[in-house]
């Protein structure tokens, strides 16, 4: 009765809100007799409605208002309603199951056809053609945070792993509100969102998600002064339908459910919101202080999106974000659940690949697995594609086949601008300038969308007079957006494109408009013939400073940019480059500069400098470690500094050393550990025994446990670790990101007190560490017992060796 008495209360208020015509027009809708509707006010009116209607007389009212076109007063009760009946119990599963329905087609209509390779959006093939299997793995690998992506490639390669199917993503034991997934740029993250979408839109997977609202960053960009309420911005981006008239109701009413999870909640809804590392808005992620924001005031659209992944909006939905891995550190791990990577073709699918387009010649095969490099980043189908395209026209043309990365892209380069009929016209370079310089302009600012504004001021006025110098069309393209009333958005067909552009703009400015645009000089041309030599050393020297501030954003543009200073590479680009006749620039100054560099940076921040030595073609520094090392056990104190990093190179560039590293063979010390602890955290299996470790190895070997890495196996038997060492290290394992398996102690001088702390990192984090070696140690009967407690925990699959 009392609920009944604050509907009519409601129904009344409402009523006198309505301005007299809508009045009359209410009354002619609710079929009253002639005699009742004439002289009926708003109290009666409120009263035949809870007479006829009962507890449903609200949803009749707001059902009256919509037909007489009053949308903001019936979104108004709506809400009322919902706060005073805390449910959603005003929608049935009947009108749910028909909003899903036209949800679905709508978004199989959108996600259905893909663009058909780089031929822009005019061709369309269905995604189901064109799909390939992707290589999906629950975890994330344990990639450098502040490296470039190629890096992390080259360093840690591509593991055979079970792959898990796209509609097993959400899979998980525990509660799971945001799942993040990475994967590197041009890997198949957004295919896969596609993917998803499309067989839920189909009704073949994930038939207990309600609702499935998908947004992508690089069209999310184009509101960024925007501000919009949540049933806005799905209605603008999602869902055009009018038959979405209750969805501010539901997200109302979700929004009420406060402590509720997502698998409790009686509507599920996913947002998805599709690469992250795209987005030019500022989300403020750091600010943990719980509000509860109006599903229906606008918010600026930065805001707005900070809100649903911290869960201050909707806590009972879901959110998926998919980025590459250097912008995933910007979500703080507190709000993250779970995570997957999408990971590229295995060293068995690449050698596929090349043996389907080089079915003879071996001698390719073989020249394609020597170079690293070259090998390790055709895990990208994109890369397989551009790098089989220029080996086929360098055997075509009797050329030798590139060696290097830089080599690789100039050949590519040259290759697509053989095929234009202008190729050595000035047109032509004026395009392949004036992309360069987007290319660099934008890589300063993280940036690979753009716009047409972008290209305009990049000198690209005319996008489609561009497509016919034969390049644009290869190395650039239009991205279909999803709707078809917004702004055309580009991006280079691969970011290491956009790198390498970058760097040839800087090589083209500097020998066409006597400028250093790393650091804004000019020369004049008295002056550039007198230090021309000098000034490239100053613009390598200019881009090594900025590479080493750049979070790794920047090293592979370096690589390119010292690339191109070898003279084989500006032969190459001719015209195109207009190096001076009489310009020569030494090597030596170049690798000098980085052999400096080498000697004051940490062993860890110099790998990327050995592979610019690597374009460069310089192996001094990797031919001396070599020499070390065949003269047997290193020495700690005599090897210098650059030797480390040489050593640690050596060794992270190894799939022997990868796979198991065995500390004694090159330093049996604590400092040899220290040194090298970056192989220790990239290696599946690391075997430390016996090197003569102590509580500060421990400390340091926490901290590799505390962050999600590859290592899996840990042997650090036979060193007095005792049980400080012990407690140290127990802090990494108790650690959720720790994914230990395997863990041997034999021999370790641990007694009860580092057994029960083991035992209590081990009950923090159960579900990983599989086999447990502590013989020749003295547990006692406390220690013994606390572990054999952890064992009996029902999420634990620890077995114990004593």
Not at 202 to 228: C, H, K, M, Q, Y
Request: net charge neutral.
């Amino acid at each position: 009765m009392a609920l009944d008495m604050k509907i009519k209360g409601l129904l009344l208020k409402t009523l006198e809100d309505l301005g007299q015509e809508d009045f009359k027009k209410f009354k002619f809708y609710m079929n009253l007799p002639e005699s009742v509707k004439e002289n009926a006010d708003r109290t009666d009116i409120a009263a035949q409605l809870m007479n006829r209607h009962g507890k449903n007389a609200g949803e009749k009212t707001i059902e009256i208002l919509e037909n007489i076109t009053n949308y903001n007063l019936a979104q108004k009760l709506r809400n009322d309603l919902a706060q005073i009946t805390g449910s959603i119990s005003s929608v049935d599963n009947e009108q749910i199951g028909k909003f899903k329905r036209e949800l679905q087609e709508n978004l199989r209509k959108i996600y259905l056809n893909v663009p058909e390779g780089n031929t822009g959006y005019s061709r369309q093939e269905p995604l189901e053609n064109v799909y390939t299997e992707l290589n999906i793995t629950r975890g994330v690998a344990g990639l450098p945070n502040k490296q470039h992506e190629v890096l992390q490639m080259e360093m840690c390669g591509v593991a055979e792993e079970e792959s898990i199917q796209p509609c097993d993503i959400f899979e998980s034991q525990k509660p799971l509100r945001t799942m993040l997934t990475v994967g590197f740029a041009g890997i198949g993250k957004t295919f896969l969102v596609r993917k998803f979408v499309l067989d839920w839109a189909g009704g073949r997977t994930n038939t207990d998600v309600d609702f499935i609202f998908p947004f992508a960053f690089r069209e999310l960009n184009l509101e960024e002064d925007n501000s919009f309420s949540l049933p806005e911005l799905i209605r603008l981006f999602v869902w055009e339908s009018k038959a979405i008239k209750m969805l501010d109701h539901i997200l109302v009413s979700l929004q009420e459910l406060a402590n509720c999870h997502y698998q409790s909640s009686k509507i599920k809804i996913l947002f998805v919101l599709d690469g992250l590392d795209e987005s030019r808005l500022k989300l403020d992620l750091s600010d943990e202080r719980k509000v509860d924001p109006d599903v229906t005031r606008a918010y600026p659209v930065e805001v707005l999106l900070a809100h649903l992944i911290k869960g201050n909006l909707l806590p009972c939905a879901r959110v998926w974000i998919t980025t590459r891995p250097q912008a995933a550190h910007d979500i703080p791990p507190r709000l993250v659940d779970g995570r997957t990577e999408v990971k590229g073709f295995s060293d068995s699918q690449r050698l596929d690949y090349f043996r389907k387009r080089f079915p003879s010649e071996e001698d390719v095969i073989k020249h394609i697995q020597k170079s690293r490099t070259i090998f390790i980043m055709c895990h990208l189908p994109i890369f397989c594609w551009l790098t089989a395209t220029v080996l086929q026209d360098c055997r075509d043309a009797g050329k030798e086949l590139p060696e290097t990365l830089t080599e690789m892209y100039t050949e590519f380069l040259l290759y697509h601008l053989d095929k234009s009929k202008e190729r050595d016209s000035q047109k032509s370079t004026e395009y392949v300038k004036a992309l360069a310089k987007l290319a660099f302009q934008h890589l300063m600012k993280k940036q690979q969308i753009f716009y047409e504004s972008d290209l305009r001021e990049s000198g690209l006025d005319d996008p489609q007079g561009a497509k016919h110098s034969g390049v644009f069309t290869v190395v650039f393209k239009e991205v279909p957006p999803l709707k078809k009333y917004q702004r055309k958005m580009f991006q280079f067909i691969h970011l290491t494109v956009q790198e390498y552009l970058a760097a040839l703009y800087v090589m083209m400015s500097l020998f066409q408009d006597n400028k250093n645009v790393l650091d804004n000089s000019r020369l004049t041309r008295k002056g550039l013939l007198l230090l021309k030599r000098k000034q490239l050393t100053r613009v390598h020297e200019a881009a090594i400073r900025k590479a080493s501030k750049s979070e790794g954003n920047l090293d592979l543009f370096l690589r390119f940019l010292l690339g191109l200073s070898l003279q084989c590479n500006q032969d190459l680009l001719g015209e195109l480059l207009k190096v001076p006749k009489n310009y020569r620039h030494s090597k030596a100054e170049t690798v000098r500069l980085i052999k400096r560099r080498i000697e004051r940076n940490s062993p860890e921040e110099n790998i990327n400098l050995f592979y610019c030595l690597k374009e460069l073609k310089d192996e001094s520094l990797l031919e001396q470690i070599q020499q070390y090392l065949n003269g047997g056990e290193l020495s700690t104190e005599d090897l210098p500094p650059a030797m480390w990093s040489a050593l640690l190179f050596f060794l992270r560039a190894s799939d022997e050393a990868m796979s198991c590293f065995e500390l004694w063979k090159y330093a049996r010390s604590e400092k040899g550990l220290l040194m090298l602890l970056p192989v220790v955290k990239a290696s599946q299996k690391s075997m430390l025994r016996k090197c003569q470790l102590s509580k500060k190895s421990c400390e340091a070997l926490a901290s590799v446990l505390s962050s999600p890495g590859s290592l899996s196996h840990l042997d650090l038997s036979g060193n007095n670790l005792h049980d400080d060492g012990l407690e140290a290290l127990a802090a990494g394992l108790a650690k959720p990101q720790c994914t230990l398996q395997v863990l041997e102690l034999m021999g370790c001088k641990i007694s009860t007190r580092g057994c029960v702390s083991l035992a209590k990192a081990l009950r923090s984090n159960p579900s990983h560490l599989q086999q447990l070696y502590l013989s020749s140690n003295d547990p006692g009967e406390v220690g013994k017992r606390a572990l054999e407690e952890v064992q009996m925990d029902s999420s634990c699959s620890l077995k114990i060796k004593w």
